[in-house]
């Protein structure tokens, strides 16, 4: 069993900062893609960022400028550096992870989910 643990988010003005962490823990044998996606209310998740394994990025074009993804592999843990939040940023946010298990299954896990709310 792999879990993602959010954390970070709240409630910040617009102009303001947030950064996102995840960590996955369990039985891991090997971590390929991470990435974040949000879903405003009574809207579709979509992707905003995402990692590769190699370090490469990309980015919703929503974000661009103003996210950043990271990851720590010697943690299992990726980050979301969130400058210059609008409102319209405001949604839950879940981490993913494509991850090899020490099973050597391969799957997608998802974060519960933590609420970032930017005021006006």
């Known amino acids: 069993q792999v879990q993602l643990v959010e954390s970070g988010g709240g409630l910040v003005q617009a102009g303001g900062s947030l950064r996102l962490s995840c960590a996955a823990s369990?039985?891991?044998?090997?971590?390929?893609?991470m990435g974040w996606s949000r879903q405003p209310p009574g809207k579709q998740r979509e992707l905003v960022a995402a990692?590769?394994?190699?370090?490469?990025?990309n980015y919703a074009d929503s974000v661009k400028g103003r996210f950043t993804i990271s990851r720590d592999n010697a943690k299992n843990t990726v980050y979301l550096q969130m400058n210059s939040l609008k409102p319209e940023d405001t949604a839950a946010y879940y981490c993913?992870?494509?991850?090899?298990?020490?099973?050597?299954?391969?799957?997608?896990?998802w974060g519960q989910g933590t609420q970032v709310t930017v005021s006006s």
């Open positions: 993913n992870a494509k991850i090899t298990t020490t099973g050597l299954r391969l799957d997608d896990y």
């Open positions: 369990g039985s891991i044998f090997r971590i390929n893609h």
């Open positions: 990692i590769t394994s190699g370090g490469s990025t």
